[in-house]
């Protein structure tokens, strides 16, 4: 197909004009990082990897549609978008929630996202991924979707076993796919903002027992007294 | 070649070297099975070949219900057999401990209501356990039964959460639930008052429930989500309002306690005793599927899972008897059988459901056969 080679042809002298012609953004890495729990529900993933693109494209002088190289790309961006779109639904049911897509334009693009863990799983939500990643199976059994699903039960087996919890996965999807697993002991130490607030936590309830042992025939105030402040963990529970 | 399990021999008759040569077939824990039958030779010459007198499952709260009945029947119909030991933890838990190893000091099943995952089984590999038969019992499954003549609304899980819950979001934060009609969680319900009939706490069927229901209908909740601990969030699911609208009820009374109790009350219930009720009782359709044998055997019915029961090959005592437990292939051949996993067998008290024939049949030839997990 020489039509497609002249394409690809091309698009990198395309890109390699624009790696060379902009020393400063041979490397424009560009990091969105956002808070977990805190993403809105729209615009999607996909959504807000095109908008990246198309961006970074538009400081670059480049317009989608400019030729039919462009148009081509920009479908096969949504296809993948739609693809991504699907793999960060199935990282959500699995207790991950996208918090970072890193891009850079140069002779060799790269896209990668970070997931952090947003909820751990109880038993039934473990029962419930499986559930839906083998109806995803029966819904979609292309090779790119099996990879994606094979990501997913990764992440879960890797918490599954003894004393560790999977914290982040990071996968780079260009320009060689790659998926990076953080395991953190389940028991490791609280970060010194987490201590401090048991401490506080601790302090508070003393105050109040003493308060409570001084002056026993005055009554505080329900609110006050009852129930004391507690770490977010209720004993007896199971998960 | 799988040894065949015989019975016993009155005493001490297998010579060491022949203990040896079985033992060095086992994979792992070798030296430790050996040592650990060395120190007991005294106690084996009084009768016993096998390190320990009786079965140890590990199970999980949903499958509490299969296990202890399993165990109750076949120590019942095996003659001079132990009952069974169950112990029941979280899902992880179990395959964790049947995993730890091969020996008398690990469990020789494990009952769950999740295929074993491949990491899981490699885990298992790794600390020697190598020969696992797995066997698929049933489904569980839970519905949502009316009197004949009573209204039937089609529910959905979300909505039997913000029933049944002791507290409803507010905000991002929670307060009492002091909802009274249905009609007050979606205006397209019947405004009759909230009344249900659940399983009562610390039973398989409520487990159930708690799993396939509560924690289904709040998982979406985003007060719900926003909670990062496992057993925190599964507590505000699950923890059922005391305000008389959510009755517990002993397993064999729900029944009976339906068709005593005021109109428009809902019982939850297993399958099998829908079945049982004899057109009495109406299923109500939930997360709009209506729960039938089709629909839990696809598991398109939401509120269905598959009962998974592991077994170690290893655990089994060689053809002169000598092993970790002796009933491990009875068991097996017990639990397939069609007296307790088939239409009308025993394990239905339990809230099983029957596999079709064609997939029960398959399962009793891998309990025959005790063929490994190929996966």
Partial sequence: MPHRQTRAIAALALLGAVAFSMPAATQPSTVVTVPLQDLPPSPSLGERAGQLWSGLLDQLGITPGANGMMRSATDTARRHARARDDFAWLMDVAGYKLKEIESSVSLIPSLSLTFGQARELTEADRDHVERQLERHARRNPGTFEAMQRAIVRAVLEASEIGGFSVEKVEIDLFPWPKVKLQLVPTDAPVGVEAARILRAIDRLNRQLEERRAQAPEQPFPPAVLTPFLQPATLPGTRS | MVPPELPPTSLWVAPVQTMEIILRKTALGLAGLLGVMLATLPAMATGSLTLRDRLTVAGTFSTEGVGRMLAQRFAEGTQGAHPPQLEVMRGSEAFERFCAGIGPDTPDFALVSRRMPRGVMEHCRANGVTEVVELRLGYSAVVLAARRGDIAPALTSRQIYEALAAERTSGEGFEPNRTRLWSEIDPSLPPREIRMLVPEAGTGMRALMEDLMLEAGCREVRAIRLLFEASYRRSKCVTLREDQRAVPVAHGEIMGALLAAPPGTIAVLSYDQLLRAGGNLLPLRLDGV??????????????????????????????????????????????????????????????????????????????????????
């Fill in chain 2, 290 to 375: 209506l729960p039938d044998a089709a629909g839990i055997a696809t598991l398109d019915y939401n509120q269905a899972q598959v009962v998974f029961l592991y077994a170690k090959r290893q655990h089994l005592p060689t053809r002169e008897g000598v092993g970790v437990v002796q009933g491990l292939r009875a068991l097996l051949t017990e639990a397939t059988s069609e007296r307790a996993a088939g239409p009308g067998g025993y394990l239905g008290l339990a809230g099983l459901v029957p596999l079709p024939p064609a997939e029960r049949h398959a399962q009793r030839r891998v309990a025959e056969r005790l063929s490994l997990r190929s996966r």
